[in-house]
């Protein structure tokens, strides 16, 4: 799977660059050709000859080779590559390639790359844990960047190694799985997300939690793995630019049915994580509404179920899936609403767990599909989540 891949290998100032010199030797064992590219600070902590023998090639490190004074390109570089591997990314590094902070060469040939990017944060537990280090971690997610770094599944125990750098051997298992499935996901897939927001007048509304994130990562999961996704969102603040995705904004639960409707035929699946508003006010007012009397009362009237909708006009060969928020009586709740809304599988998360649900980078999900299976699955980031989704997706339209 990697054999003939010319890969880019990024070596940062982190106390783990020893493992890059695995890395590298294990990506030739396997066939690839590999260019070294560093930063000023990782050759402090593991010295360019141990690379460069390795490799075969001299390691590029700055704009101009000293002795020769010849220019390196980093577009070229970039162009050349089939994946750019940042490992170990420390938290300096991380932070310049999510603000383009283009100040040395391994950050200009990242943010000339066309090719997949996949990073190996290293730096200790507490710079790992800062909420810089984490947003901008984020914003290599919506960049479409793989972050690859050592999960356990279960939320406490997944928090004792975070930081430290994923082994060698396991980045090169990730970047084989990503070659084998690339492309493979030939399909366009429809998405909606985050939460509706029903008008009251021109400064009120009524609006719930759902941050979109959960529907974000499906579409950038959807998106790294070839699909053409069309991505419906809520007001929502979560940020994507992967080329693949096609994002429309709106705002009512009657806007997304709307569009949602509009483009559903030519989809090969659609995937439902908004969480729609179930009713609206009856009247918008047109001047904000004045404090009157002791109490005030709202009429709502039902918003359109997109999810029912799509349900009716679906196709055989088109796959549905929904989500269900469920508080109590989980499975059966959601079992009634894969069958009305006539779903291929539901993806149920339950308030009861700790981490799952609105606003958090995790949940923790159980699919239920119509043949009556059932999978659980452990507390995880909602990246991963969104792969095991994904997973399911496709083994459903597969078999149809
Ligand atoms: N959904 C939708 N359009 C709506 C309401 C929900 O597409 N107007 C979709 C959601 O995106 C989700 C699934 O339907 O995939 C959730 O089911 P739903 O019946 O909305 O759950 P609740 O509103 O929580 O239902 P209930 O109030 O019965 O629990």
């Known amino acids: 799977m990697l054999k003939g891949k010319n890969i880019i290998v990024g070596i940062t100032g982190s106390i783990a660059a020893y493992k890059a ?5 294990g ?10 590219v560093m930063t000023p600070s990782g050759k402090e902590f593991i010295t360019p000859v141990t690379l460069s023998a ?3 090639k001299p390691v590029v490190s700055e704009f101009f080779t000293a002795n020769t004074g010849s220019w390196n390109s980093h577009v070229d570089l970039g162009l050349w590559a089939d994946a750019l591997v940042i490992a170990p990314a420390s938290a300096s590094t991380i932070g310049k390639m999510a603000n383009g902070i283009a100040d040395n060469m391994m950050i200009t040939t990242y943010l000339s790359a066309k090719a997949p990017v996949f990073v190996a944060p290293a730096m200790d537990l507490d710079m790992f844990a800062h909420p810089s280090t984490q947003r901008n ?5 919506s960049y479409g960047n793989h972050i690859i770094e050592p999960t356990s599944g279960e939320l406490a125990s997944h928090l004792i190694g975070k930081g430290r750098m994923e082994e060698p051997e396991v980045i090169i298992e990730y970047l084989e799985n990503f070659f084998a499935q690339k492309e493979t ?3 366009k897939i429809l998405i909606t997300a985050g939460p509706t927001h029903e008008k009251l007048d021109p400064v009120r509304f009524i609006g719930n939690y759902s941050s979109g994130k959960m529907g974000f990562a499906l579409a950038e999961e959807c998106a790294n793995r070839g699909a053409e996704v069309t991505l419906i969102a809520g007001p929502v603040s979560v940020k994507t630019i992967h080329p693949n995705i096609k994002r429309i904004d709106v705002e009512s639960a009657r806007e997304m049915h709307d569009a949602a409707l509009s483009c559903f035929e030519d989809q090969d699946a659609a995937i439902l994580c908004a969480a729609v508003a179930d009713y609206r006010p009856e009247n918008i007012a047109d001047m904000k509404l ?13 918003n359109p179920d997109i999810a029912a909708a799509l349900g009716q006009i679906k196709k055989d060969a088109q796959t549905l899936v929904g989500f269900a928020l469920e508080t109590n009586d989980e499975e059966s709740n959601a079992l009634g609403k894969m069958e009305r809304k006539n779903l291929d599988f539901i993806v149920l998360n339950s308030l009861q767990d700790k981490g799952a649900g609105f606003r958090v980078d995790t949940n923790k999900i159980t699919i239920l599909n119509r ?6 699955f452990a507390l995880k980031l909602k990246s991963e989540v969104a792969s095991d989704i994904i997973d399911e997706l496709v083994k459903v339209s597969d078999n149809k």
């Open 21 to 25: 010199a695995y890395l590298v030797r």
């Open 54 to 56: 390795l490799t075969g």
């Open 137 to 141: 971690l984020q914003t290599l997610r």
């Open 371 to 376: 043949n009556g299976d059932k999978k659980e």
């Open 290 to 302: 004045k404090r009157s009397g002791e109490t005030m009362n709202i009429n709502l009237v039902p």
């Open 185 to 187: 996901l030939k399909k």
């Open 27 to 36: 990506l030739i064992k396997k066939g690839c050709d590999v260019q070294v």
